[in-house]
């Protein structure tokens, strides 16, 4: 019997012929049994039709002989490929139907790095190979353009059958559209609350999403004209709440998970991110100051009956970044590691409420 480790190890030795990395690296080894009887592995592919599982279950076979003894009994290699469940792309009164999944990311109150966790998901999604959008609904205060390089950025829009489209940037592999594209920085935006609504409608209508695994809203702070308007315009997947440790936010992340439970809206929440959990000075790398409060997210996922899906820590190097235009989720730093693992959980979860729940279905509200 050998331990999964001993296993592990050999099975980086095989290599995908086509991305050139490892099958371990490239995640595509989802379970490991080394048991008495012999050893069974769960190969993950991104793509049912991939051309090289073949040749790869050989390999895998030939390599733990070469690395454990020609005597290891191989019991079974079971193929699942990864499946994105969720909207069905018929939806031909959908706006975004080409769309399996669309997110929410919800604060209860400004300034607690919503935007900040919702551009480094998406691009942290994008490094696991997902096909992934993020639609900035925060008309009044666009931050997206800033965090991504992108405040000069206008789309372009081309008549396709008699409709302007508007072309998304395609950016760090995500497509993006924000309000921000077509306002100018230093002007503020006062509309009313149906021309906001109005202009949400035109970016999910109009934009040239094509078919995507994920799409990520970044929703404006509290509840909203807007919140209603996106709930009742396409199905919402799920809902993610952003908050920090601290007594007030937490109050007002509280209200956000109720409006999404509401009997009228009835958008399942996915669950709360922590932003901010504690200070990790550069200099003292393992040290850990809660200075907005310890462990308040979680008491409050615990309380609410949903998941904590993460705890990002407040460090410097992310508020830099992000004000530079290069999030810190296209790195390896701690900070970048911590939004790939949120986007494991966001996956696991977002699948996992598609296995157990309804399809989604847009919401209808009766004045």
């Known amino acids: 019997m050998f331990t999964k480790e001993q296993v592990i190890n050999a099975l980086k030795k095989v290599i995908h012929p086509e991305k050139g990395k490892d099958i371990v690296s490239l995640g595509l080894v989802s379970e490991i049994s080394s048991e008495a009887g012999g050893i069974s592995l769960t190969i993950t592919p991104e793509k049912s039709n991939d051309p090289f599982i073949s040749s790869i279950k050989s390999t895998i076979v030939r390599t733990l002989k070469e690395a454990l003894g020609q005597n290891v009994v191989i019991t079974n290699i079971d193929i699942k490929p990864k499946e994105i469940v969720g909207k069905q792309v018929e939806e031909s009164d959908d706006p975004l139907r080409g769309i399996r999944n ?4 919800s604060s209860g109150k400004g300034g607690v790095g919503k935007t900040t966790v919702a551009v480094n998901l998406a691009i942290a999604m994008a490094r696991k190979n997902y096909r992934v959008g993020l639609l900035d609904a925060d008309v009044f205060g666009p931050s997206v353009p800033i965090m991504l390089d992108a405040e000069k950025y206008r789309p372009e829009v081309k008549r ?207 004045k």
């Not at 709930?231 to 997947?237: H, K, L, P, S």
Request: proline share 7%.
């Open 160 to 366: 396709v059958n008699g409709t302007d489209i508007i072309v998304p940037l395609t950016k760090h592999g995500i497509k993006v559209l924000s309000a921000g594209f077509f306002i100018d920085p230093s002007e503020a935006v006062v509309w009313r609350g149906p021309m906001a609504s109005g202009f949400l409608k035109q970016l999910m209508a109009q934009g040239e999403w094509g078919e995507l695994d994920f799409l990520l809203v970044d929703l404006p702070p509290g509840t909203s004209d807007i919140h209603l308007t996106l709930v009742q315009e396409t199905a919402v997947t799920g809902a993610i709440i952003v908050t920090t440790p601290q007594e007030v936010a937490l109050a007002d992340a509280v209200k956000g998970i109720a409006m999404f439970r509401s009997e009228k809206i009835n958008v399942p929440v996915l669950g709360l991110v922590e932003n901010m959990s504690w200070f990790t000075p550069a200099e003292l790398p393992d040290n850990k100051y809660f200075i907005f409060g310890k462990e308040g997210g979680k008491k409050l996922a615990e309380k609410a009956g949903v998941p904590l899906l993460g705890q990002i820590p407040l460090i410097q190097g992310i508020c830099e970044s992000s004000d530079k235009g290069e999030p810190v989720a296209l790195g390896n730093s701690p900070a970048g590691k911590a939004f790939m693992d949120l986007a494991d959980v966001v996956i696991e979860k977002t699948n996992l409420r598609n296995k157990e729940l309804r399809p989604t279905i847009k919401v209808e509200i009766n």
């Open 102 to 105: 669309i997110i929410a990311i």
